[in-house]
């Protein structure tokens, strides 16, 4: 199975720099270590580098608890929220993100749907101008259109108004 | 031999409906009655065919024939009967025989009515569904053979073929490898026929329409004709889209129920486009206007319905639900490419035909209101589509994979949703024609005030949270609005019939079902709002490892965990379930059982949550680890979720809300018709 090729690869890769990691001094000196909740408040932000689409704090895989390690042992060293997701964009690619980063080409991300939408809402606009003048449509076909609207509800209103 | 018969089945079945393209076609031309109606009996006879074939899927599933591949990989000995059925639509070559079995039925529906007066549709829905059942079936034929057997080969490989290659001997395995075990939950077996079910009966108003443009027959008769179509379709992908929210949240262990995940989008998108299109053809119905972006609408429902299947089911956007992936990808591109450009060009051939017949005459009209409705659900789908493809384009143009994950859908949509909602509160309350600030300005002073002290009253007793509260007076506000609409509607039959106010409120209903059938399902979103709003901004979280005896803490809430267990299950997966007594405030309120499961056979662990629902919250617990010889106690995960019951049980209303809209009269038209002249009576009685 190539997947669970591809996962064990990178377990291996993570344990070499679990261990590379936790042989440095930075980390023997670490005194207060952080809670589940500060390292999800991180992962919560990433996403899985091997499973689709899935939250690093969610993914149940054990490659990702290892990330989640990781994100431990960085915050212990006293690395930064920012850092540590760098960290992750510069090993696994900017997928790791949950949003495309705002540079280059991703800007288009951002751009493409307000420009199709104000793109729309001119459409819109324009349409709703066109058919405000009169000329296109008929007396006859107009009155006609006009007259089978809900004709209950019609007489119920103006009955409405009778009353009241 | 069950299995050569299913796949006969399924061969003559797509000649079958090729046939009937062509008599369909050669009919319409030649002006042959006969043709068309031979084309119409071989539709209908590809109903009970495909059933046949079913059938000899479903026999093979449950007798475990393993020397079937699709059987092998959907099923196991230890897997209770009717697992062994549902999985039919667990894997992908079972759930496209599905998809054209459900086609086929609705078609055989479709082509059984009684079609006096639009006999020049015919042909023509006969057409469309038997090009759509075609490709189904091709793809069943071609790539996704649910009836291939296993064989080895000289070499030794084993591969699974309908045809075997000479010498190769066949391969019987002893077991099966079980279904995906996230797909054994009983959300997840009405699921997707439900979604299956919405997208399929969008064929219908799509064959109706192009039928329209063909025909040249542009009056609003094929929207009066699907009518009820397109609400059934909508109830199902609707109700599929509400189940598949809470599978997720039953057996995901995410704490939510929506994660803006490609699949959940691409059976979103149809909705949209859908939604939109039950509103816009009321303009159409009443004032003759929007005829062409009717057809642009519902030709889009049809594009999104095929694209949706290919999303989950061509592995072209791998994501959590996309179980199934194949290389069956460039088919689908390929029929909703040449299916969309065939239909907007009959629809630019007919498109002065289609002009409006009446005008514009108030920016407040009801029907300018429902352009506005119109544009915000297109907004939603355009965040929505570029949101899932950009990925793509990302990864061919730069080579860069990129994620379009939940904050770029919530910051985008988030403002077009509350725009909507307001809509809903405005538009029932204008009028087709003409409103103008004033009249419109009169009839919503009331509920907006009313609206606006209920959200002075959150603001001091529950959250100061602004977005909250924005979203509070909406809805609020909408359902005020819509009471106001059904009391103003029954007291008006009260005093004209003199009845009781609740005979006149549900004579009412049932005379304009649409109407208030409409308004329920305005209020029933209003409920899901509340849901949504409570989980998306309240959410809170924690997780901790404890002891025995130890407690988490969360909110109002404590959880001491008292105990764990690790047992087999009756299917043979390894449970390993805790005992968490949950307190509130000091009070014990639950007992909850998070557990994971482990199935063997599928090497796959599923976490299940323990939950304690209320109206006002949910605490949720997830077992995240623990591990029988380490010390250290058992990590949890704990999630208090506000409000999120709101959305269940607005999906309840809904499904009334559908249902009273869509409830079948015995005859449309005769119906109108008597309750029209009704009305006049009761009228001038009144008077």
């Not at chain 2, 998809?99 to 639009?118: I, P």
């Not at chain 2, 100061?464 to 103003?488: D, K, N, P, Q, S």
Request: charged share 15%; net charge neutral.
């Amino acid at each position: 199975m190539p997947r669970t090729l591809r996962n064990t690869k990178y377990v291996i890769l993570l344990f070499l720099i679990l261990t590379t990691l936790l042989a440095s001094p930075a980390f023997a000196q670490g005194s207060n270590p952080p809670t589940d909740d500060e390292v999800n408040a991180i992962a919560k932000q990433l996403y899985c580098p091997v499973c689709e689409n899935t939250p690093l704090d969610v993914c149940p895989t054990q490659a990702c608890a290892q990330w989640r390690d990781l994100i431990r042992l960085m915050l212990s060293q006293g690395k930064g929220e920012a850092e540590i997701k760098q960290y992750f964009v510069d090993n696994y690619g900017a997928r790791v993100l949950n949003e495309p980063p705002r540079s280059g080409l991703n800007w288009l991300a951002y751009l493409v749907p307000p420009l199709a939408i104000l793109a729309g809402a001119f459409i819109v606009f324009r349409a709703l101008r066109a058919w405000k003048k009169p000329a296109t449509a008929s007396p006859a076909l107009q009155s006609e259109a006009d007259a089978p609207a809900d004709d209950y509800v019609a007489r119920l209103e103006e009955e409405v108004r009778k009353r009241n | 031999m069950l299995a050569q018969f299913g796949y006969g089945i399924l061969l003559i079945t797509f000649l079958l409906s090729l046939y009937a393209i062509a008599a369909a076609v050669h009919g319409y031309f030649t002006q042959s009655t006969r043709a068309i109606e031979s084309a119409r009996r071989s539709m209908l006879l590809t109903f009970p065919l495909i059933s046949l074939a079913a059938a000899s899927l479903i026999l093979l599933l449950v007798q475990g024939d393993y020397n079937v591949q699709f059987v092998y990989e959907v099923t196991s000995r230890s897997m209770p009967t009717y697992l062994k059925i549902t999985a039919w639509w667990g894997g992908q070559a079972g759930s496209l025989l599905f998809w054209s079995w459900l086609m086929s039925a609705f078609a055989t529906a479709a082509t059984l009515r009684k079609w006096d007066r639009d006999i020049e549709f015919l042909p023509w829905v006969i057409v469309v569904a038997s090009v759509t059942l075609a490709f189904f079936l091709a793809l069943n034929i071609l790539f996704e053979d649910p009836f291939a057997r296993l064989y080895q080969t000289f070499d030794g490989s084993i591969a699974a073929y309908q045809f075997a290659p000479a010498g190769a001997t066949p391969v019987v395995p002893a077991d099966g490898r079980g279904l995906n075990p996230l797909l054994r939950h009983p959300g997840m077996i009405i699921h997707p026929p439900l979604l299956y079910l919405g997208f399929v009966s969008y064929v219908i108003p799509f064959a109706f329409a192009i039928a329209a443009l063909i025909t040249g027959r542009t009056d609003d008769r094929w929207i009066r004709l699907t009518r009820r179509w397109s609400l059934w379709a909508w109830l199902f992908l609707s109700f599929g889209l509400v189940l598949g929210g809470r599978w997720a949240y039953d057996v995901l262990g995410w704490g939510g129920y929506w994660g803006w995940d490609p699949v959940e989008i691409a059976a979103f998108m149809p909705w949209l486009t859908g939604t939109a299109f039950l509103h816009s053809v009321m303009i159409q119905e009443k004032r003759g206007m929007l005829k062409q972006w009717n057809m642009v609408l519902i030709i889009l429902t049809y594009a999104l319905v095929i694209f949706g299947t290919f999303l989950t089911r061509s592995g072209v956007l791998s994501s959590v639900h996309a179980f199934a992936q194949s290389a069956i990808g460039p088919s689908f591109f390929v029929f909703i490419g040449a299916t969309f450009v065939t239909s907007i060009a009959l629809l630019l051939h007919r498109w002065n035909d289609l002009r409006a017949e009446a005008e514009m005459k108030s920016l407040l009209s009801r029907e300018a209101l429902f352009l506005l409705n119109n544009l915000l659900f297109m907004s939603v789908l355009v965040v929505c589509f570029w949101g899932v493809i950009f990925p793509l384009i990302s990864e061919l143009f730069t080579g860069q994979k990129v994620t379009v994950g939940p904050p770029f859908y919530e910051r985008a949509n988030s403002p077009l949703f509350a725009a909507l909602m307001l809509l809903m509160g405005i538009a029932p309350l204008s009028a087709w024609g003409h409103s103008t600030m004033q009249t419109l300005g009169r009839a919503l002073w009331k509920p907006a005030i009313a609206a606006g002290l209920g959200t002075v009253a959150i603001y001091f007793t529950y959250t100061t949270h602004i977005i909250a509260l924005i979203g509070f007076f909406l809805v609020f506000f909408v359902i005020l609005v819509t009471l106001y609409e059904f009391w103003r509607g029954a007291r008006a039959r009260q005093r004209a019939q003199n009845e009781h106010f609740f005979t006149a409120l549900s004579r009412l209903t049932g005379r304009n079902r649409r109407r208030y059938g409409g308004y329920i399902i305005h209020i029933s979103m209003m409920l899901m709002a509340i849901g949504i709003l409570g989980i998306e901004l309240f959410q809170s979280e924690t997780q901790g490892t404890v002891q025995v005896g130890e407690s988490l803490n969360l909110q109002h809430y404590q959880l001491v965990y008292e105990d764990i267990a690790r047992f087999t299950g009756p299917d043979g997966r390894e449970v390993t379930r805790a005992v968490i007594q949950v307190y509130k405030d000091g009070q014990p309120v639950a007992e909850l059982h998070p557990r994971t499961d482990y199935y063997w056979e599928a090497q796959q662990n599923m976490t299940i949550p323990g939950v304690r629902s209320t109206l006002a919250d949910d605490v949720y617990v997830l077992l995240v680890d623990w591990e029988p010889a380490s010390a250290i106690g058992a990590t949890f995960k704990v999630y208090v979720n506000p409000l999120v019951n709101w959305l269940w049980l607005g999906s309840f209303l809904f499904l009334a809300g559908v249902v009273v809209a869509a409830w079948p009269d015995k005859d449309p038209e005769s119906v109108t018709a008597r309750a029209r002249a009704r009305g006049a009576r009761q009228i001038s009685a009144a008077d």
